[in-house]
T-cell receptor, first 113, second 112 residues
Framework: EAGVTQFPSHSVIEKGQTVTLRCDPI?????LYWYRRVMGKEIKFLLH????????ESGMPNNRFLAERTGGTYSTLKVQPAELEDSGVYFC???????????FGPGTRLTVT | QKEVEQNSGPLSVPEGAIASLNCTYS??????FFWYRQYSGKSPELIMS????GDKEDGRFTAQLNKASQYVSLLIRDSQPSDSATYLC????????????FGTGTQLKVEL
């Protein structure tokens, strides 16, 4: 069974530019989560999809972040325009029935210069 | 006070010893508890989950949960150099769609 995949693995962009991160969850997993780890801090929740619906987006920092999950399969997280403080590692995780365990992807390291 | 607290370490143990990693959490309504292992530059890897008070064993790993004390621990028996990593404690608070709240992690070093 393939795990959670994320693309790209690294992205370096300038302040003000736009970046789109992609996550492909484990096949059959309805629940998809985005998390972020900034330097020296703990991993923090951003948002949660159940299929194509946003269940909880309480962790999204501001309206420069837009997440979508069209068709309930892969998800994208767009940052527009990027700011320096957006730098960090963005993780995606998926969870399927029946358990509570979340499985993480390899992450996308975003550097905003 | 952080919602999930871990000692950042590093915790150094000799090869073959028992490593004990501890985590406390603040939300008394928390329901599910997880230990992830993260090697440098890699993704968090789920190694243990525990949902009820007591011990849960899986190979060399034992998770212990005490909800009254709001405390969860991970024991690694017969520690190996390959166990050297950062161990993340994650808690699923009540009524939250299973979003995880993480501690900052404890760095474990197993020395030859």
């Amino acid at each position: 069974e393939a795990g959670v995949t994320q693309f790209p693995s690294h992205s370096v962009i300038e302040k003000g530019q736009t970046v789109t991160l992609r996550c492909d969850p484990i096949s059959g997993h309805d629940n998809l989560y985005w998390y972020r780890r900034v330097m020296g801090k703990e991993i923090k929740f951003l948002l949660h999809f159940v299929k194509e619906s946003k269940q909880d987006e309480s962790g999204m920092p501001n309206n420069r972040f837009l997440a979508e999950r069209t068709g309930g399969t892969y998800s994208t997280l767009k940052v527009q325009p990027a700011e320096l403080e957006d730098s960090g590692v963005y993780f995606c995780a998926s969870r399927g029935p029946p358990g509570y365990e979340q499985y993480f992807g390899p992450g996308t390291r975003l550097t905003v210069t | 006070q952080k919602e999930v607290e871990q000692n950042s370490g590093p915790l150094s143990v000799p090869e073959g010893a028992i490593a004990s990693l501890n985590c406390t959490y603040s939300d008394r309504g928390s329901q599910s508890f997880f230990w992830y292992r993260q090697y440098s530059g890699k993704s968090p890897e789920l190694i243990m989950s525990i949902y009820s008070n007591g011990d849960k064993e899986d190979g060399r790993f034992t998770a212990q949960l005490n909800k009254a004390s709001q405390y969860v621990s991970l024991l690694i028996r017969d520690s190996q150099p390959s166990d050297s990593a950062t161990y993340l404690c994650a808690v699923n608070k009540a009524g939250g769609g299973n979003k995880l709240t993480f501690g900052t992690g404890t760095q474990l070093k197993v020395e030859l």
